[in-house]
């Protein structure tokens, strides 16, 4: 079966604050076939020569992608609950959904798209997305420093002080999460702790599914089970069958 190939990388200093990384995936000869993206609770902006520019929104299961071959798809992803400003819509609108960047960007978007397929070279792709977005950065609001909070624990807070910290109820810090995530608290933070598990399997010499389910923030790891069927439709073992142990 074909693979692609995927690259990443961080983003440049002005955009860290908001952009998570920036990544490309290239195809080979053959035409690749369901390409699976679980859920991180980010939000991308992605192009490609063939259907332009696309903003994905999170996702609450992982996705299945097909890609033409001989082809070069290119990302930016935000890191969660910061893209809104960027993409001048409620992430809450996003959700599971792939959007052309013009139904949110109107003539700009149409402009880059132009500018992007007269390129070759993808890093000068990747300059003109970036600097599109540069000069949309603003400092981030409340809400949006609360859930980066919740991003650097990984999902493992008190979600009721977290509301205080943000001067909300938990009810209102409820709803402005939704809105500037696309997910709700509890989702995310289930989010966060499903990605936690996976980078421990990937960095751990042997796989030690009781370990890193608290490692990772799970009540137990029939918590953790069942978070990767709900997510991938796998269990963990399942999911990283085809992922080489280090």
């Known amino acids: 079966m074909a693979r692609a190939r995927y690259k990443e990388q961080r983003a440049p200093r002005q955009l860290d604050p908001w952009v998570e990384g920036v990544w490309s995936v290239e195809t080979p000869r053959e035409r690749v ?28 299961v992982e996705r299945q992608f097909d890609f033409a071959a001989n082809s070069c798809l290119f990302g930016v992803r935000f890191r969660p609950g910061l893209a809104g400003r960027f993409l001048q819509a409620s992430p809450a609108e996003l959700t599971d959904k792939i959007l052309s960047l013009e139904d949110l960007w109107g003539a700009e978007a ?24 540069v000069k949309r950065t603003a400092a981030p609001n409340p809400v949006q420093r609360a859930i980066h909070a919740i991003t650097l624990m990984a999902g493992n807070v008190d979600l009721e002080f ?42 751990l010499p042997r796989r030690d599914w009781s370990r890193i389910a608290v490692d990772a923030g799970f009540f137990d790891q029939a918590h953790l089970i069942s978070d990767f069927r709900e997510f991938t439709g796998r269990t963990p073992v399942s999911f990283f069958s085809n992922t080489p142990q280090r």
């Open 33 to 60: 076939v369901g390409y699976g993206v679980p859920p991180d609770g980010c939000l991308d902006i992605i192009y490609s020569a063939g259907e332009g520019i696309r903003a994905v929104g999170a996702m609450t």
């Open 110 to 133: 149409r402009q880059l798209r132009q500018q992007l397929d007269d390129l070759t070279a993808g890093e000068q792709r990747f300059t003109l997305i970036l600097d599109a977005l």
């Open 162 to 203: 977290v509301a205080r910290q943000a001067n909300l109820s938990p009810r209102q810090f409820r709803r402005r999460c939704l809105e500037e995530s696309g997910l709700t608290p509890k989702h995310l933070c289930r989010v966060l702790r499903f990605q936690q598990a996976c980078r421990l399997a990937e960095s």
